[in-house]
């Protein structure tokens, strides 16, 4: 057998195995048969070239004995009687100081050759790190929290100061005093009943209160969703417990936002458009003043706090009293935190508000004459059947509910010309 030969071929088969590893190692998106594969790859090249140099050493080894049989000297015995007899003239020699002239020549063939070290051994030795997929990145796992990461929703402001009805059934009607009376002199407190100073035995002047009716509809609030079987097997995040906590916050969402801003027509109607809402006109268009603030307050009735646009913040923060007072401000430094009542009344930011500058940025209201209709609280449903041909499953989520002020329009003190309302808005526009 020739042993360099077999050695020369072990290498070759080595370098071509990896330099197929290698090209593995480069793909950025490689599949897990790939990288299997790659793996299986460099043991078989570590095995190659041990194999190898296993062969090398053995090779050296024959070439030592085979020059050391075959060296003559002048004095003493020229050859070696039998193989026992050199490699005991070796020891002698290496370990004990004897000499053995037979022993002419010691060549040490210890180094391995240098297309080896240049090859072989500079591969062998490079440090493992795990930055690098083929040095060691393939091996460590991606860890995966079970959380989920979420900006959580703003607290509810209308609902939970507003007044809650029970509804048992689709529609609700509830009898209201009538107190739109416009006339001078007469208060519209008491629906219609007017009392009359008389004398003894006179005449009486008859009066009756008046009534109205408020209906309450349920309007229907859906959200729907569908996920795969498999996700709900194998998702980190329990779907089911995820889903009902987005379908409850975002149907809240859209009910605070129909409170607000709704139109009535098949969802509930809003304080903006309310007729019972007092619209103040601005002084300055595009922005709130103190005079704004001050006008709104003239016109508001009951506890009420202020829902504002955030997009109103700086307009609050530069709000600067008359020149006859400049010190006369909402926020006296910069240091600080903010204020949280504006007279004496509990600021809220109310994503739901329009934009600085359009009719409602800023509400004053007193929310318990707001009524809320809970005809259906959220309900939460699944079903497997409605596609199941495609291993999907339905999430449904319906909420029924209706909302509205209960003053048909603003009430008119007896001057006959100030007008109050639970519920004042910041017109676009200028004008009262």
Not at 9 to 15: K, M, P, R, Y
Not at 82 to 93: I, K, N, R, Y
Not at 273 to 284: D, L, S
Request: with cysteine.
């Amino acid at each position: 057998m020739n042993l360099s030969t077999s050695q020369t071929d072990l290498l070759a088969a080595a370098s071509l195995k990896m330099a197929e590893a290698e090209a593995l190692a480069a793909k950025t998106d490689a599949s897990g048969e790939e990288n299997a594969k790659f793996l299986a790859l460099v043991v078989e090249v570590k095995a190659l070239r041990e194999k190898a140099a296993a062969i090398g050493d053995l090779e050296r080894s024959r070439q030592d004995l085979l020059t050391m049989g075959q060296t003559k000297s002048a004095p003493g015995p020229k050859t070696w009687k039998s193989l026992g007899e050199m490699l005991t003239g070796v020891h002698a020699a290496s370990f004990k100081g004897r000499y053995d002239p037979r022993l002419t020549s010691f060549q040490d063939n210890s180094e391995p050759p240098t297309q080896m070290k240049e090859g072989w051994e500079s591969k062998e030795t490079k440090d493992l790190v795990e930055n690098v997929g083929a040095s060691g990145g393939f091996l460590v796992p991606v860890e995966q929290r079970a959380e989920l990461l979420k900006l959580p929703a703003p607290d509810l402001q209308v609902r939970p100061r507003a007044t809650i009805v029970p509804m048992r059934r689709r529609q609700i009607q509830w009898p209201v005093l009538d107190q739109t009376n416009t006339t001078a002199g007469r208060p519209a407190w008491f629906g219609g009943v007017l009392g009359h100073w008389t004398e003894e035995a006179a005449y009486k002047d008859e009066s009756d209160p008046q009534f109205r009716q408020i209906n309450l509809v349920a309007h229907k609030l859906v959200c729907l969703t569908e996920a795969s079987d498999e996700l709900l097997e194998d998702s980190a995040v329990s779907l089911e417990a995820l889903l009902s906590q987005l379908f409850t916050g975002s149907i809240s969402w859209y009910e605070e936002e129909a409170f607000i801003n709704g139109t009535g027509a098949g969802q509930p109607m809003g304080i903006i458009g309310a007729p019972g809402t007092f619209a103040q006109g601005r002084a300055v268009v595009g922005a709130i003043g103190l005079v704004d603030i001050i006008n709104m307050l003239e016109h508001s009735y009951g506890n009420p706090v202020w829902f504002i646009t955030k997009s109103a913040l700086p307009s609050l923060l530069q709000l600067n009293g008359p020149a006859g007072n400049p010190s006369y401000v909402f926020i006296p430094n910069a240091r600080d935190g903010m204020p949280g009542t504006l007279f004496g009344y509990p600021v809220f930011y109310n994503e739901h508000c329009p934009l600085l500058g359009n009719r409602g940025d800023i509400i004053l209201a007193d929310c318990r004459y707001y009524l809320v209709g809970d005809r259906q609280a959220t309900t939460i449903d699944a079903s497997k059947h409605y596609k199941f041909r495609y291993d999907l499953t339905t999430w449904r989520a319906v909420h029924r509910v209706d909302g509205q002020e209960w003053l048909s329009q603003p009430l008119r003190l007896s001057d006959g010309t100030t007008q109050i309302s639970p519920f004042v808005i910041l017109d676009a526009a200028t004008g009262s």
